[in-house]
């Protein structure tokens, strides 16, 4: 368990019901998550699980070579919003209404970074949702996350 | 030297610094983020492209590059104000690391260029408080704000 957190634990952890993807599968409808390479390793009754490998091009700091916060801030925005299309509700489209983010240190150099996010309340119009960054640990996070989004349902529509 | 030639050469010397400040972060590359200046007012600037789109649908930045550009834009103006507050060290100065941010998503990010300018608020010993807003069409039309607090380095 050194590149890639350990599947069966974090489905423990999680208490996740469905089967955790460790390859996960590329991001493709969204073209800004798919050029960083961000991958889905479980998604399913308001939570997901979300990925993102070190890359050169996403360093933030040259000194140390760690990625850049923004990386970070960009996965916890999917993966909270992958949690609210992942509840058992039909929804038609959501959006970040805002997003705030705790960085607790520097993501390692050359290693993978998971977000586990959950949608853990939804209203007719709006979802809270609560997102956690880290290497193979969730205990000994990188940076954790809280959301909002607008939800807009399908048969609100009609 | 005459007085004149040398707050020419400060000048420059603040121009190539910015652009070192920026370049140094490969991320900021990535995502084509430029900055100009007007005296000591910074502009950051996020070309359009397809890379950043979050939903082809409308089409929409990702929000998740909205945040990133905004931090990005503190970080720099961050660096930028210790230059001009004439920064004695070796190169560039040193990036604040990140402690907590808060975006508010007002306006989905349309296809086309977004500006943003960074607002510190306070200048702690440690800890630097600093507003960003970002808008495209209209600076008093933004897209997103952000709030954050920086740890500067030692």
Redesign the interface.
């Known amino acids: 368990m050194t590149e890639s957190a350990d599947a069966r634990e974090l489905g423990e952890v999680f208490s996740l019901t469905g089967a955790f993807d460790s390859e996960g599968t590329v991001l493709s409808g969204l073209p800004h998550s798919r050029e960083i390479g961000m991958r889905v390793h479980y998604s399913g009754d308001s939570q997901a699980v979300l990925s993102v490998d070190w890359n050169e091009k996403l360093i933030g700091d040259p000194q140390s070579g760690v990625m850049h916060g923004g990386v970070i801030t960009a996965l916890l925005d999917t993966a909270c919003g992958a949690a609210v299309m992942a509840v058992p509700e039909k929804l038609d489209t959501i959006a970040t209404l805002d997003l705030r983010i705790a960085y607790m240190r520097p993501a390692t150099k050359g290693l993978r970074v998971y977000c586990r996010a959950e949608c853990y309340r939804l209203t007719r119009s709006i979802a809270f949702t609560r997102a956690v960054a880290f290497h193979d640990d969730p205990a000994d996070p990188v940076a954790s996350a809280s959301g909002t989004f607008i939800v807009e349902r399908r048969e609100a529509k009609a | 030297m005459s007085r004149l030639s040398e707050i020419a050469e400060q000048e420059e010397a603040h121009g190539a610094a910015l652009g070192k400040l920026a370049a140094?972060?490969?991320?900021?590359?990535?995502?084509g983020v430029r900055f100009d200046r007007l005296g000591d007012e910074l502009t950051a600037r996020l070309p359009f492209a397809?890379?950043?789109?979050?939903?082809?649908m409308l089409p929409a930045i990702?929000?998740?590059?909205t945040?990133?550009?905004l931090?990005?834009t503190a970080q720099v103006q961050l660096g930028w104000n210790e230059i001009v507050t004439g920064w004695a060290g070796q190169g560039v100065p040193?990036?604040p690391?990140?402690?907590?941010?808060?975006?508010?998503?007002l306006r989905?990010g349309k296809p086309r260029e977004t500006f943003a300018r960074a607002h510190v608020q306070k200048a702690g010993r440690r800890v630097v408080h600093v507003h960003v807003a970002a808008w495209q069409d209209a600076q008093d039309r933004p897209i997103a704000m952000m709030r954050g607090n920086f740890l500067m380095p030692d």
């Not at chain 2, 990702?62 to 590059?65: Q, R």
Request: proline content about 8%; glycine content about 12%.
């Open positions: 140094q972060i490969p991320y900021a590359k990535f995502l397809e890379a950043i789109v979050g939903n082809p990702h929000g998740g590059v945040g990133a550009f931090e990005l040193p990036l690391k990140t402690i907590d941010i808060s975006v508010d998503y989905s």
